[in-house]
């Protein structure tokens, strides 16, 4: 079965520029988690959703990021305007069931630069 | 804050050698869950303990969990090359929306051939 897919895998943009991260569940999972991974503060939560659903969105750091889930099988975590401390990997993962008695999976994540 | 604290954060071992890591957590937790990432990749699930279990073993990998302290740990049995990666515990909490997960900070593990 297919894990989690995230596109793209790497992204370099220049400051001011729009940056849309997309991802695809696997499928059957009801629910989707944003993570923003750095060096500096490690793996952090940004956003989840529950049947598509925003359910807790208070990692998200600032106006400049949104993420929708139009679908069970699609969600994209926008940045618009991006600036360079933006920069990080950002994974995208799911699971089954909101029992918290169950694993995440993790897609590969994106590799954003902001020049 | 985060809620897991891994220790130490990097460890350097030999092949066949076993490797130890900690996690120290702060509050009640539902279950605590055991995460690898190899470079460049995502997350892995390796282990799931219940915060009624006191120890669970998977393969080569033996996770024990103490609620009177806070804390667990992963053992690795006869370590390879493969097992270099990074280590991550992340808790569940009660009373959290959903399956909420918080990860620690993780142990950068290499095993030296």
């Known amino acids: 079965d297919a894990g989690v897919i995230q596109s793209p895998r790497h992204e370099v943009t220049e400051m001011g520029q729009e940056v849309t991260l997309r991802c695809k569940p696997i499928?059957?999972?009801?629910?989707l988690f944003w993570y923003r991974q750095t060096m500096m503060r490690g793996l952090e939560l940004l956003i989840y959703?529950?049947?598509?659903?925003?359910?807790?969105d208070s990692g998200m750091p600032e106006d400049r990021f949104s993420a929708k889930m139009p679908n069970a099988s699609f969600s994209t975590l926008k940045i618009q305007p991006s600036e360079p401390r933006d920069s990080a990997v950002y994974f995208c993962?799911?699971?089954?069931?909101?029992?918290?008695?169950?694993?995440?999976?993790f897609g590969d994540g994106t590799r954003l630069s902001i020049l | 804050s985060q809620q897991g604290e891994e220790d130490p954060q990097a460890l350097s071992i030999q092949e066949g050698e076993n490797a130890t890591m900690n996690c120290s957590y702060k509050?009640?937790?539902?279950?605590l869950q055991w995460y690898r990432q190899n470079s460049g990749r995502g997350l892995v699930h390796l282990i799931l303990?219940?915060?009624?279990?006191r120890e669970k073993h998977s393969g080569r990998l033996r996770v024990t969990l103490d609620t009177s302290k806070k804390s667990s740990s992963l053992l690795i049995t006869a370590s390879r090359a493969a097992d270099t990666a990074s280590y991550f515990c992340?808790?569940?909490?009660?009373?959290?929306?959903?399956?909420?997960?918080?990860f620690g900070g993780g142990t950068r593990v290499l095993v030296k051939p």
């Open positions: 993962a799911s699971s089954f069931d909101g029992n918290s008695n169950q694993p995440q999976h």
């Open positions: 499928s059957g999972h009801d629910y």
């Open positions: 959703f529950n049947n598509n659903v925003p359910i807790d």
């Open positions: 509050t009640s937790i539902n279950n």
């Open positions: 303990i219940r915060s009624n279990e």
């Open positions: 992340a808790t569940g909490v009660p009373g959290a929306a959903g399956n909420k997960l918080t």
